[in-house]
C-alpha cells in the first residue's frame, strides 16, 4: 500500500496500535515499509471495489475502489439434469467461492435456488427450486460478484405424456368430454405452476391447455380427423416424447342421402348426411358400393 503520513518505526505500523484492511477485514499481518508504504498480507474474502485504510496510532487514511478479490468461477456441476418439481440438491464446485459467512448465492436460470449451502471456496450446494425448460446457465454471487457456468447447463425434465383421460372423441373437438368439456393428459415434468404448458394432439395444438400439476394438463381438443395420433406436451419451449397411438378421433358415418336412386350414367350429385365429417376440408371421399365418387 502506497501513500504518506504512515510514519516511522516508533509509530509502528505493524505493531498493535496500528494496522491495514481491506473492505472491512484486517489484513492478516501489516508490516510497515516507510512513511510512504505499507505491505498487506490480504485476508481471504469476497468483494469487488473494496475501499483500503491503514491505521497508524489513532489517526487513518483510507481510498475508495482499491481492491477487488477475483470474482467466482464454476468448474463443474454434479448433475445437469433436474425434476421439474426441484428439492435436489446440486453440487456446484469450483473457485473463489469465500469462507462460510461471505453471503454466497446460487441460481438457476433466473431462479434463486431454494436454499445454497457453503461447503469450501471450492463448492457450493444449491437446493434447485422447481422450474421448467432447458439450457439454464447457473450462476454463484458471493460478495456481489458473480461467476456463471459458462457451457455447464442445467436442464430440467422434459415433459412427457403417459395417459389419457379419454382415448377417443369427435371430430369438432372438445364437446362433453373429461374435465370441463376437455381431456385431461397426465404425464410429469409440467412443474409446479403455470408455466404456459401446451398440449398438441398429433400436429395440432389444443385450442387451450390448461396446467393442473406437475402431473396434469387439461387439453381442448381441437377439431380434427384421424385415428391413433400421437399427443405431446411442452412447457417452456421444452417437450419430451409423445405418447404414440393415444387418441383417435370418431370414425366418419353416414346416416341420410339426399338423394336415393340415379342413372347408371353417373353424373349426379347426391348429399350425404351423417357424423365425423371434421370441421374443415380434409380431403374426404365418398363410395357408392365399392365405387369411389368422381369427386367428393
Not at 39 to 66: K, N, P, R
Not at 183 to 207: F, I, W
Amino acid at each position: 500500500l502506497q501513500g504518506y503520513n504512515f510514519g516511522s518505526t516508533i509509530a509502528g505500523v505493524a505493531g498493535n496500535r496500528s494496522s491495514a484492511r481491506v473492505g472491512d477485514t484486517a489484513c492478516e499481518s501489516s508490516t510497515w515499509v516507510s512513511d510512504s508504504a505499507v505491505q498487506c498480507v490480504v485476508s481471504g474474502s469476497v468483494g469487488s471495489d473494496l475501499s483500503i485504510a491503514v491505521t497508524a496510532e489513532v489517526q487513518f487514511g483510507s481510498i475508495t475502489s482499491a481492491y477487488s478479490y477475483t470474482p467466482p468461477t464454476i468448474q463443474s456441476l454434479a448433475r445437469s439434469v433436474a425434476p421439474a418439481t426441484g428439492y435436489v440438491n446440486v453440487t456446484i464446485n469450483g473457485v473463489n467461492f469465500g469462507g462460510r459467512n461471505s453471503g454466497q448465492r446460487a441460481r438457476v436460470g433466473g431462479t434463486s435456488c431454494a436454499n445454497t449451502a457453503w461447503a469450501s471456496d471450492s463448492e457450493v450446494v444449491c437446493t434447485i427450486s422447481a422450474g421448467v425448460g432447458g439450457g439454464h446457465l447457473v450462476t454463484v454471487t458471493a460478495g456481489r460478484q458473480a461467476g456463471d457456468s459458462g457451457n455447464l447447463l442445467l436442464s430440467y425434465e422434459a415433459p412427457v405424456v403417459s395417459a389419457m383421460s379419454v382415448l377417443r372423441g369427435p371430430t369438432t373437438g372438445s364437446a362433453q368430454l373429461g374435465l370441463n368439456s376437455s381431456v385431461l393428459m397426465y404425464g410429469s415434468g409440467l412443474g409446479t405452476s403455470d408455466y404456459s404448458g401446451m398440449g398438441r394432439v398429433g400436429g395440432t395444438a389444443c385450442e387451450s391447455s390448461r396446467w393442473v400439476s406437475d402431473s396434469a394438463l387439461v387439453c381442448s381438443l381441437p377439431g380434427g380427423i384421424g385415428a391413433n395420433k400421437s399427443v405431446s406436451v411442452s412447457a417452456a419451449q421444452q417437450s419430451g416424447d409423445a405418447l404414440s397411438g393415444a387418441w383417435s378421433y370418431d370414425n366418419p358415418t353416414a346416416t341420410a342421402l339426399k338423394t336415393a336412386n340415379g342413372p347408371t350414367t353417373g353424373g349426379v350429385s347426391i348429399t350425404v348426411s351423417g357424423l365425423g365429417f371434421g370441421t374443415s376440408r380434409y380431403s374426404a371421399m365418398a363410395r357408392v358400393g365399392s365405387t369411389a365418387c368422381e369427386s367428393s
